[in-house]
């Protein structure tokens, strides 16, 4: 919202600057954005009228005109093409300053003298591009002001534009009026509404209203203006409007778009005589009833939206937009005003459905004060009586079936004082009350107070609290912490802590944190050759997604960590170790009748000279280790994504916490990664369901242990673990810790087989082993590991 | 024996190795030395003699035990510091590092966040991303037709559910099924349908808290906050409230800090205004209350929401918040 300052001051009683007027609104809840300066580096530019026009003698796209500002007659080259002789437009005298420090002096262009410059509106700081055709991209053309005239003072254009950000609880601050009752009120200043007074003809008003929904539309102002004289509005109207951001059109266009902006009621001017028997009726659309709206769309509606009509056809949208079939033109003569009051939750519905929005709809869907209806419509039948040449005919219609209530609170200051924690005078609550133009009556320990009609947002005492606490200043309470609340002790829980601490052991193996977003395209699964039968693919899908490929809610974090591994290695990053930590999403059934499950999920990636399955495996497994996981096996993996040799599922009991290994060379290849990358997922709700950090104390050995290597030679795909199982299996409890220490291939070793060497330790806890006691375990196993695994003392 | 002890002084002296040394105790200490030679030869004293050339032989070899010892320390010593000479390194040379892995900065930032919080007595409620329209508007009390819905671009799944726009839903999950006193703070992701630039993503973070007990008053809002920004943003930090709005918030308001760029004076990173917007604030609405079973008569709160990936952006001078999301090595080992 705009607001120019010299607009405002016509309606509250305030000299204070710019800057003092943006800090006191936005501290008391209307937030400025910013100040926009007019006029102010703007001196010695003048009215001037081009009395004649010719071409550059030397330069095919220059003009010489000489140009008359009442004291004399300057010669002056332009480059502009939209001028002709006759024109007025602002002269920059020899000396003048623009905005942005341009300093205009006499010189010659192309061997001619120019004795200053002719202004564009840009050059005077205005937004061209809210200017019709022809004034764009060349000069400013003027209606004939007094030659000589200062052009700040011509156009009135000295002033500050401040720019709100307004909440959408407040509506009645889209408006002059507004913004004006908040300064008055935060300034402690006294606010006036504008002067109206119509000057009505001899003839009487011709038009009907009949409301039809009175659910949708609550109130029907309107007034008939006849014999206007379409033509372009005053000039300060106009550039009221450009300050404001809104486009000048024609003077009753503009009428109607002044008026919303002072009062904040959007207008609709109807052409009359193109209304049938000058009868407007309000009603429901009929389904598939058609309408070309003001934009030139035809649109279909539909029984939920309202339309307003007359007795044959459907003339406008209500609130949203008005139709074609009876626009204001060039040959309008009588012109009916409307000035209405509508449902805002139907217009926010019309405009969503027909994907149309417009100033009127966007201030109607925050719903609007039906009261300011008859005073807009006034104002509106004031400023084209005086503007657009018409006769305002006499009598007002105004459909009001069910008038406003006015709300009624009562409140009670000490509550407010000790919700707030603060010691506010009753009676200046009353005087914030008072200045925002509650009215308020003193009932005791109570307070009673009426709601101003515009104030829709003020349904109960919170509301009030609100309004009590911003006008006092939220600054100026004081800041307590807690003193009448209970103690509560902070902590994180179990859960939290282990998720805390899987990060930590991740960092400490080395590994970067990554965080990438959470939607994913049936692409991403593709790219890592999930099959079309996958669980992974069932995933649940945003209706509105902002691409096919950003669609479905993820089930995987591989894609993302690929990525990622690909974003490092095309840009040269040698060494890739990462994980994330977040969420999947796994739907039950779709489409989703209940909420999905969010499975934390910790995603591992990395590539590098140093790097293979061992090295990811390593992190697992300290992972595993400091969480005190313990029985973990490691079994063959069947996932597309990973090479089927070279990755592992990881397996606790029945439940399986993960998979991980190198990526299939195929997934590779989708991404483009020409280096052998290793990555794994794992469920961290399940580790942290697993996790055992509870520590127990056991004494440490008395007696000392036996440590005994033995190698043997085994079928070359014999898993290790096996002989670790037997070796375990068979020595029983004085086995201590098996250890592999080598594994071996090569001469000696027969085709087909590996060597396999261990440390193992025997202790006991209650005696020392006598070396035959170890010597009888230590045969024993080379004897188990023969006979069942066909291992060969090596 | 005078003679045999000047000239064993004389020769240690100019030894300059241990070998040295030890051969010189063997000559003349040793089984076959001097000195025993000498003592053999004693058994050509008369026996009143042997006596006192036995104690004088014996102050000898002492004496020449003593240098021997000293001499060889001496040596020894000499010896350790050339080869100590020998060993200097080039302490310029790197280490052996054990990469410890990066934190991600969001992470980081609300780690910090988290602990001042904790300290305060707030423990952490998480909420599911995924969530019933329920929670995230109607029981914050913004129904279907709240102009505040427009401000929120939102992802929907069904009519019923969607990805959470805000943090906020937590707030009610908590009320729902925790009585009073409540201090919590709820970090995680949140979904704008918004084109990912330079300020904007789709997926973001946040942070909300909420205080909900008897005698909950607006001043602890703001001196709760107020101490949160000091820790975070230093000591010297000021902080401003100004009204807003929220739906489940009423009085509402956002909490601006004095720019720790500058100080307050002005600078490239608060806009030249000397303050940054870093939080939205309020007192928890009684229909919000209500609507979580909680008594608005009896118990009053205080909740709070800020966005991490902005502040992580304000902290480190980020410029671009998609780098946030790149995950380049090395943006991430610059933390
Ligand atoms: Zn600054």
């Given amino acids: ?794 | 024996m005078k003679k045999l002890y000047e000239e064993a002084q004389k020769e240690i002296s100019k030894a300059d190795s241990l070998q040295q040394i030890e051969s010189l105790r063997v000559k003349y200490l040793g089984k076959k030395g001097k000195l025993t030679q000498i003592l053999r030869g004693m058994g050509s004293l008369k026996p009143e003699e042997r006596p006192i050339i036995g104690q004088i032989a014996n102050e000898v070899r002492e004496k020449i035990e003593n240098i021997l010892t000293e001499t060889k320390n001496k040596i020894a010593q000499l010896e350790k510091e050339k080869k100590m000479k020998i060993e200097y390194l080039d302490i310029t040379m790197p280490g052996k590092l054990y990469k410890y892995g990066h934190k991600h900065p969001m992470t980081q930032v609300l780690d910090e966040i988290k602990k001042i919080f904790l300290g305060l007595g707030f423990s952490i409620a998480e909420g599911p991303e995924i969530e019933f329209t329920y929670y995230n508007f109607e029981a914050l009390n913004t129904p279907e037709d709240h102009p505040a819905r427009d401000l929120q671009d939102t992802f929907y799944i069904t009519s019923d559910i969607l990805l959470r726009t805000q943090t906020s839903p937590v707030q009610v999950r908590t009320m729902e099924k925790t009585k009073p006193p409540i201090r919590v703070i709820s970090p995680g992701r949140v979904y704008r349908s918004d084109e990912i630039d330079a300020t904007h993503s789709p997926v973001f973070h946040q942070m909300e808290g909420l205080v909900v007990d008897e005698g909950i008053t607006m001043g602890d809002l703001k001196g709760v906050l107020n101490i949160f920004a000091k820790k975070f943003f230093g000591e010297d930090t000021r902080t401003k409230f100004r009204p807003h709005f929220f739906p489940f918030t009423e009085p509402s308001a956002e909490m601006d800090v004095s720019c720790f760029a500058c100080g307050g004076k002005g600078c490239r990173v608060c806009g030249y205004t000397g303050w940054i917007e870093i939080l939205g604030a309020g007192m928890v609405h009684p229909n919000v209350l209500k609507m979580s079973g909680i008594d608005p008569e009896k118990y009053t709160g205080f909740a709070f929401g800020l966005g991490i990936d902005r502040i992580t952006m304000l902290k480190y001078g980020i410029e671009d918040l998609r780098l946030l999301f790149e995950n380049d090595m090395r943006f991430i080992e610059q933390f």
């Avoid at chain 1, 008038?403 to 707030?420: A, D, S």
């Avoid at chain 1, 989703?592 to 934390?600: R, Y």
């Fill in chain 1, 1 to 794: 919202m705009l607001v120019s300052l010299s607009w405002l001051k016509e309606f509250v009683d305030i000299n204070k600057d710019a800057n003092t007027i943006a800090d006191g609104l936005t501290m008391s809840g209307s937030k400025v954005e910013g100040i926009k300066s007019y006029g102010k580096e703007i001196s010695n530019v003048v009215v001037g009228k081009i009395i004649l026009l010719e071409k550059h003698p030397n330069a095919n796209k220059l003009w010489v005109g000489i140009v008359d500002i009442g004291s004399e007659k300057l010669q002056i080259v332009t480059g502009a093409q939209n001028i002709k002789a006759g024109d007025y437009i602002p002269v920059a005298l020899h000396g003048a300053t623009l905005p942005g420090g341009v300093k205009i002096k006499r010189g010659k262009l192309r061997g001619v003298e120019s004795n200053g410059m002719m202004c564009s509106a840009e050059e005077l700081g205005l937004d061209e591009s809210l200017l019709p055709e022809y004034q764009r991209n060349g000069i400013f053309i003027l209606p004939p002001f007094p030659l000589g005239m200062d052009i700040n003072e011509a156009l009135q254009l000295k002033d500050d534009v401040l720019e709100f950000e307004i909440t959408p609880n407040r509506p009645d601050c889209l408006s002059i009026i507004g913004i004006a009752r908040e300064t008055a009120a935060t300034f402690r200043k006294s606010f006036k509404m504008p002067v109206i007074e119509v000057k009505e003809g001899e003839e009487e008003n011709p038009a009907k209203v009949t409301i039809e929904a009175t659910d949708l539309c609550f109130r029907y102002v309107a007034r008939v203006v006849k014999n206007v004289k379409i033509g372009p509005s005053p000039m300060w109207m106009q550039m009221r409007l450009l300050k404001a951001g809104i486009r000048p059109i024609n003077n009753v266009v503009d009428v109607t778009n002044y008026v919303m902006l002072e009062l904040g009621q959007p207008l609709h001017a109807f052409d009359l005589d193109k209304v049938k028997n000058k009868h407007i009726i309000v009603r429901r659309a009929k389904e598939g009833e058609r309408l070309v709206t003001l934009d030139g769309k035809e649109r279909v509606l539909d029984s939920s939206m309202l339309v307003i009509a007359d007795e044959e056809k459907a003339i406008g949208l209500g609130g949203v937009m008005g139709g074609e079939n009876t626009e204001i033109t060039d040959s309008t003569v009588n012109i009916l005003i409307e000035s209405a009051n509508f449902k805002r939750s139907n217009i926010r519905h019309t405009s969503k459905k027909l994907g149309l929005r417009s100033e009127a709809s966007s201030r109607f869907e925050k719903g609007l004060d039906p009261e300011i209806t008859v005073l807009a419509c006034e104002r509106a039948a004031q400023l084209m009586d005086k503007y657009c040449g018409g006769t305002v005919l006499k009598g007002i219609v105004d459909e009001y079936p069910k008038p406003m209530e006015k709300t009624v609170l009562t409140v009670n200051p000490e509550r407010i004082n000790r919700f707030l924690g603060a010691n506010i005078p009753t009676s200046e609550m009353i005087e914030i009350l008072k200045s925002l133009e509650f009215e308020v009556v003193e009932k005791g320990e109570e307070l009673e107070i009426m709601v101003p009609h515009f104030r829709k947002d003020v349904t109960m005492e919170a509301d009030i609290v609100e309004e009590i606490a911003r006008l006092f200043g939220y600054n100026n309470i004081e800041d307590s912490l807690m003193k009448n609340a209970q103690t509560t002790l902070g902590s994180l829980t179990k859960s939290q802590q282990l998720e805390e601490k899987t990060r930590e052991v991740l960092l400490a193996c080395g590994l970067n944190e990554i965080v990438t977003m959470s939607f994913m395209g049936e692409k991403d699964l593709d790219k890592i050759n999930i099959p079309q039968d996958s669980p992974f693919r069932k995933a649940v899908r945003i209706i509105n997604p902002l691409g096919e490929d950003q669609s479905l809610m993820r089930t995987t974090l591989l894609p993302f960590m690929l990525n990622v591994a690909y974003t490092n290695y095309s840009r040269k990053v040698e060494e890739f170790k990462a994980f994330e930590v977040s969420r999947v999403f796994l739907p039950k059934e779709l489409p989703l009748t209940e909420l999905p499950q969010e499975v934390k999920t910790i995603s591992i990636g990395m590539y590098g000279k140093d790097v293979d399955f061992y090295t990811i495996k390593g992190v697992i497994e300290t992972l595993f280790e400091v969480m005190g996981i313990e029985g973990v096996e490691y079994v063959r993996a069947q996932e597309p994504s990973y090479h089927p040799g070279r990755s592992a599922k990881i397996l606790l009991g029945e439940e399986a916490l993960g998979v991980f290994g190198e990526i299939h060379p195929d997934v590779l290849e989708n991404y483009d990664i020409p280096v052998r990358v290793y990555c794994g997922e794992i469920n961290l709700d399940k580790i942290i369901e697993c996790a055992n950090i509870e520590k127990k104390y056991t004494s440490l050995p008395k007696y000392p242990a036996v440590e005994r290597d033995i190698a043997v030679v085994v079928d070359e795909d014999l898993f290790v673990k096996e002989v670790e199982r037997v070796i375990r299996e068979t020595g029983g409890k004085f086995i201590e810790k098996i250890e592999l220490f080598d594994v071996y291939r090569g001469p000696n070793i027969p085709e087909g087989k590996k060597s396999v060497a261990f440390s193992i330790w025997y202790r006991s806890r209650e005696r020392t082993l006598t070396d035959e006691e170890v010597n009888e375990i230590h045969d024993s196993i080379v004897e188990a590991l023969d006979r069942r695994l066909g291992a060969k003392l090596r």
